[in-house]
């Protein structure tokens, strides 16, 4: 099965500051990478995705970039904001309506 | 949209209890998933329906557990007897299962305490 892999596992940056997480997969047929942010109490939410078809998406803010050759795509929090500070979830899917691989996460802190 | 709804939002019980989760997904979604979150393991998939019929439950830890989903619009997830291991936030997702719509769409969770 699919193997997802996050890095780092905790990461704290200044407010203003960029934040990089990454994700590695061992599946070459997963083709569909959700971000999930998830604050305390609260269930993940999603927010940003990329297909394999695209190289990168950008939203505000975030972006994610998605490198299929090296079967790896990561997430990108330009200006940094306290309210940023959360942990971020990057999963995998082989296919529509099959299941999530979910990474570890990454306990992000953006200080102010 | 409401989004997904879980209940009870917290429970506590006693080893040996029964404990019965419930989900509602979001309506129109034909894929459920039941997920359970702890600092040791992350994000668990547990089982996931597709049109109300369960297609992997693979992730469901033992014989104590089971899930059922009797109609689009209702799911349950119940553990006879629970013990203290099981203690953990549980979380239930939804999603449309239509190429280019995969985003699962998650509950606010159910903390369980099994004392």
């Known amino acids: 099965g699919e193997n997802v892999e996050q890095h780092p596992s905790t990461l704290s940056v200044q407010e203003g500051d960029s934040a990089v997480i990454k994700c590695t997969y061992s599946?070459?047929?997963?083709?569909?990478f959700p971000w999930y942010k998830q604050e305390l109490g609260k269930g993940p939410q999603l927010i940003i995705d990329?297909?394999?078809?695209?190289g990168e998406k950008k939203d505000q803010r975030i972006a994610v970039t998605l490198n299929k050759t090296a079967k790896h795509f990561s997430l990108h929090i330009t200006e940094t904001q306290p309210e940023d500070s959360a942990v971020y979830f990057c999963a995998a899917s082989i296919r529509t309506g099959n299941q999530f691989y979910f990474g570890t996460g990454t306990s992000l802190t953006v200080i102010p | 949209d409401a989004g997904v709804i879980q209940s009870p939002r917290h429970e506590v019980t006693e080893m040996g209890q029964e404990v019965t989760l419930r989900c509602k997904p979001i309506?129109?979604?034909?894929?459920l998933f039941w997920y359970r979150q702890t600092m040791m393991r992350g994000l668990e998939l547990l089982i996931y329906?597709?049109?109300?019929?369960?297609?992997?439950d693979s992730g469901m830890p033992e014989d104590r557990f089971s899930a059922k989903m009797p109609n689009a619009s209702f799911s349950t997830l119940k553990i006879q007897p629970s013990e203290p291991r099981d203690s953990a936030v549980y979380f239930c997702?939804?999603?449309?299962?239509?190429?280019?719509?995969?985003?699962?769409?998650f509950g606010p969770g159910t903390r369980l305490t099994v004392l």
């Open positions: 329906f597709n049109n109300n019929v369960p297609i992997d």
């Open positions: 599946d070459s047929a997963s083709n569909y």
């Open positions: 997702a939804s999603s449309l299962q239509v190429a280019g719509l995969d985003t699962q769409y």
């Open positions: 990329i297909r394999s078809n695209v």
């Open positions: 309506s129109g979604h034909n894929s």
